[in-house]
């Protein structure tokens, strides 16, 4: 029996060519990065054919959580010192970012109920730099009245701004007070309620998430949005809005996959496509692997599969991953933290993001600490970009540093069948790369992936 499935055959096969797997798909795969991972788990839950291929012998692609062995030999840094612990304690995200606890990911998860194969606990702190020091980001009107970040009457201002986001339904005019935040824009919004540039800059840099300042002359009502899932997650949880993966973001993409795999799909690692073949509608109708060949009816992917013309470059990503033997200073002792360094207060343009985990999420040995700085880059030296970030870690015992270029698909895929995800920001956090995500869904499906679940029903202890 065996032997004849190896041997089926096709009319579409070339001479001398064999069918890869099981020959024809609904859809082909390309790298088993948290975004295709999710992907093929939504398509085959929706009945597809999927055949899932990766270059490496290991899930995750680009955002893969690697024992030390590995990292050590991924960076060429010979072999790992014997005091800094054993290689199975260690799960080092090659690009790390937490999950916003009550945000888009979160409800991917539990609709696919993919929580069911992971473990989550919250990151203890969130914090902004501001003015050289580290502080403390508030959420809830009584920590704002306590928080160092403004003067007493601005906390004043900045309380009613966070009661009037709270109470805010974009169904119930009621709330809107008179405000039409589909066409106000997000600065004059700060401005109606007198808050000062420099608020401004931590509440949407720290809070909403964005990246640079082009959302202040743009209607408010997204970035409202996007404050309430934060100040909504961290009510949720307590000290901080972010939740991570005990073991590293690798067992993400795995759980996806193992998703896919109960429905049905084929998993191919270690294996890489030398050609995906087109018709001659400029169609994407298969792919090539040495001589075995596979059909389907559109192929997905990251960029790093498809030729040059089908991408374009967006710029370029530093990312330093440091091993230190003490918690970040001035976070309080914490087991793990984000920092937000808005970009104009080190005179950039782009926000660095610094990021810290330990053994309390069984990503390092005990008594070793992870800190990880990364930003889009604006000049042509990786190290003079993340110093600020590096800057408030102290003793840094090692330190690797990549930078990476990163890509978007120069077409929506729906004339040449071939779906292509955009790299991942430099943000610590996925809130960008989530919008991607159901973008890339709903080019391949046509409609919008329903994300009307209730975040709060993870069935964990956090």
């Excluded at 401005?191 to 720290?206: C, K, M, N, R, Y």
């Excluded at 949720?236 to 109960?262: D, K, N, Q």
């Amino acid at each position: 029996m065996a032997e004849e499935q190896e041997k089926k055959t096709f009319d579409w096969l070339p001479e001398g060519m064999e069918a890869l797997a099981d020959g024809e798909y609904d859809a082909i795969i390309m790298g088993t990065g948290l975004k295709e991972c999710v992907i093929s788990g939504l398509l085959s839950v929706q009945g597809m054919r999927v055949l899932h291929m990766d270059r490496n012998d290991y899930y995750g692609a680009d955002c893969a959580s690697l024992n030390l062995t590995n990292l050590y030999k991924k960076f060429n840094a010979g072999n790992p010192p014997d005091n800094i612990g054993s290689n199975r304690d260690f799960n080092v995200d090659l690009i790390p970012k937490f999950i916003m606890a009550c945000g888009n990911l979160t409800k991917m998860l539990l609709h696919t109920k993919v929580t069911r194969y992971l473990e989550f606990k919250s990151i203890e702190g969130s914090f902004v730099y501001k003015g050289g020091k580290i502080l403390k980001v508030p959420a809830t009107p009584e920590e704002a009245l306590k928080s160092p970040l403004m003067g007493l009457f601005e906390k004043r201002r900045f309380r009613n701004f966070l009661l009037y986001v709270d109470a805010y339904d974009e169904k119930n005019p009621e709330t809107h007070k008179g405000r039409d935040l589909t066409v106000m824009t997000m600065k004059q919004l700060y401005e109606e309620f007198g808050l000062v540039p420099d608020t401004h800059q931590f509440i949407s840099h720290a809070m909403c998430l964005q990246l640079d300042e082009a959302h202040m002359n743009q209607p408010a009502l997204t970035t409202v949005k996007e404050l309430q899932t934060y100040c909504y997650s961290l009510s949720r949880y307590g000290t901080s809005p972010y939740i991570y993966p005990v073991y590293g973001l690798g067992g993400l993409p795995e759980g996806f996959s193992r998703l896919c795999a109960i429905h049905g799909g084929t998993f191919m690692l270690n294996r890489d496509v030398d050609e995906i073949q087109y018709n001659d509608k400029g169609e994407a109708i298969g792919v090539r692997s040495g001589n075995e060949m596979a059909r389907a009816k559109f192929v997905v992917g990251d960029p790093s599969y498809f030729p040059k013309e089908k991408v374009r470059a967006t710029g370029q990503i530093v990312r330093c991953i440091c091993f230190l033997n003490h918690p970040i200073p001035n976070c309080g002792d914490l087991e793990s933290a984000q920092i937000i360094i808005p970009g104009p207060q080190v005179g950039r343009k782009n926000d660095i993001f610094v990021c810290s985990l330990s053994n309390s999420h069984q990503v390092t040995a005990q008594g070793v600490y992870i800190a990880i700085v990364s930003t889009k880059m604006e000049g042509d030296n990786p190290d003079k970009e993340v110093v600020p970030g590096l800057a408030l870690l102290g003793h840094i015992m090692q330190r690797f540093t990549t930078v990476a270029t990163t890509y978007e698909p120069v077409g929506d895929g729906n004339s040449d069948k071939s779906y292509i995800s955009s790299s991942f920001d430099a943000s610590s956090h996925f809130e960008g790369d989530v919008d991607d995500l159901l973008s890339l869904y709903k080019r391949i499906t046509g409609k919008d992936l329903d994300m009307n679940i209730n975040a709060d029903s993870v069935e964990a202890d956090y």
